[in-house]
Every structure is written in structure tokens, then in C-alpha cells.
């Protein structure tokens, strides 16, 4: 197992996303719990909330979408009740849904694109939203050592917004809809660079997927090891603090 010291000679925090309120006060907790090299992710082109003495900005250009990513062909369509619910029924009904959700393979492309800028000395990568509020009581040391010396990914979110971020850990998925073979947990993710797919090529092929879909491709499913999704440990901004723009 290695030390801190050591992991800091070879671990990377990548945030990239969209920058909420609370932002500021998420990449100062994430700063203490996991005090690595960090680096930001801003797409110049879409509109975000400016960030308060943040050093280590990368500036990032996201696309317009080629695709839906719900909508891909039949052939690239996981076996998962949920995906297929979005597909044949959600995104239509919902309004604003299917505009939305046609962004949400982008995401991945950013985090591609953000560890394609970063030093190649950087073996292990830790994904982090900008709105996710990191628990200061959780050993997270013990998720970059996992996925070092077993090669194994690690996603970790809170989906239950009725908790807080010191909500104990439990692995896997509360839903029984989700396929947990091809649904990554996005909200922070432990992942060896060596694994990341070419997610541009999956884009070009139309094939890249949304959301946790495309993060299982993008960071879990070359390795051949499988992954493991763990709730707890965090909460989105908006849950703790509620909305500054109301």
C-alpha cells in the first residue's frame, strides 16, 4: 500500500463538469480530503459560473452533440431497464429531457480531454465534479491504493439527496433497474489512465453512451477487471446548500 508522499507523485484530480454555486466551497473540501495535484477542466465556450483563486485551469472546447447518445444503434443499446425506459419512453415525455440528455456523452469527452493535457507521470486519475461536497470523514486514500494494485475502477456517488455527505458508505446500487455491469458512478471516480478508452473514437462511431453509461465505457470497461459502485461519502452542492439563484 503506498503512502501518501508516493501517491502524490503519480495521482491527478481532474474536475471537469459544469460550474454551480458552491463550487468555490466543493473544491475547497476536495483540496483538503484528497491533496493531490488538481487540475480544472473549463469549457471557454458554454456559460459557467466564475471560479474564486483557482489555479491549474485547463481551458477545454466541448462540441456541439453529433448523436443521441439515447439513441444509438440497436447494436450498441446495453442491456439495462433504465437505459431502455430513457430510450423508448422518458426522454420523450419529459419536457427539456431529450435536449439534455443529448449533451450527456460531452461530459465524458471532457475528462478525456482534460487527461490528453495533463502529464504523462500521472498513472492514476481521480474524476471529481465541480457541485460534489466531499465528506472529511472518509478515508478515500483506500479507493486510489484499490484501484493501483488491483486495476479495478472505482466510481462513488450519493444519489439520495435527503442525505448528507457523511452518510455511511455501501456498495452498489439501490435501484434493482440498473444493470450494474455497464452503470458507472460518476460523481468521483478512481481510475488507472492506462484504462481510458478512445473516446473520441467511440464518438466518431456513434457509439459513446451518456452519463454513467459512457463513464463505464470511457474508464472501466477496458480494463477487464469490472468496477465497483459505492454510495455515500458526498452530496451534490445544491442538496447541502440549496440554490444561491432561485
Avoid at 217 to 223: H, P, R, V, Y
Wanted: hydrophobic share 30%.
Amino acid at each position: 500500500m503506498s503512502t501518501l508522499n508516493n501517491l502524490k507523485k503519480r495521482v491527478a484530480v481532474c474536475v471537469t463538469g459544469q460550474i454551480r454555486d458552491y463550487s468555490d466551497e466543493c473544491i475547497e473540501r476536495l483540496n483538503n480530503v484528497l491533496p493531490f495535484d488538481t487540475y480544472y477542466g473549463v469549457c471557454t465556450n458554454i456559460k459557467n459560473n466564475n471560479l474564486k483563486n483557482i489555479n491549474n485551469i485547463i481551458e477545454l472546447f466541448q462540441p456541439n452533440p453529433e448523436y443521441h447518445p439515447y439513441l444509438v444503434d440497436e447494436k450498441y443499446v446495453p442491456n439495462c431497464p433504465t437505459f431502455k425506459r430513457y430510450r423508448e419512453h422518458k426522454i420523450w415525455k419529459k419536457e427539456g429531457l431529450y435536449d439534455a440528455s443529448n449533451k450527456q456523452y460531452l461530459e465524458v469527452l471532457n475528462h478525456f480531454n482534460l487527461i490528453q493535457k495533463i502529464h504523462s507521470k500521472y498513472d492514476t486519475i481521480i474524476r471529481c465534479r465541480f457541485d460534489v461536497f466531499l465528506s472529511n470523514n472518509i478515508d478515500f486514500i483506500k479507493f486510489i491504493n484499490h484501484t493501483i494494485e488491483t486495476n479495478q475502477t472505482i466510481g462513488i456517488s450519493n444519489l439520495n439527496k435527503f442525505t448528507d455527505e457523511n452518510r455511511p458508505l455501501t456498495i452498489g446500487s439501490f435501484r434493482n433497474d440498473i444493470n450494474n455491469d455497464v452503470y458507472l458512478y460518476n460523481h468521483l471516480i478512481f481510475h488507472k489512465r492506462n484504462n481510458t478508452a478512445d473516446v473520441p473514437k467511440l464518438i466518431k462511431e456513434k457509439r459513446l453512451l451518456p452519463a454513467e453509461y459512457g463513464y463505464y465505457q470511457a474508464c472501466a470497461e477496458k480494463n477487464g477487471k469490472g468496477f465497483i459502485n459505492i454510495q455515500g461519502g458526498m452530496v451534490i452542492a445544491r442538496h447541502k446548500f440549496g440554490n444561491k439563484h432561485l
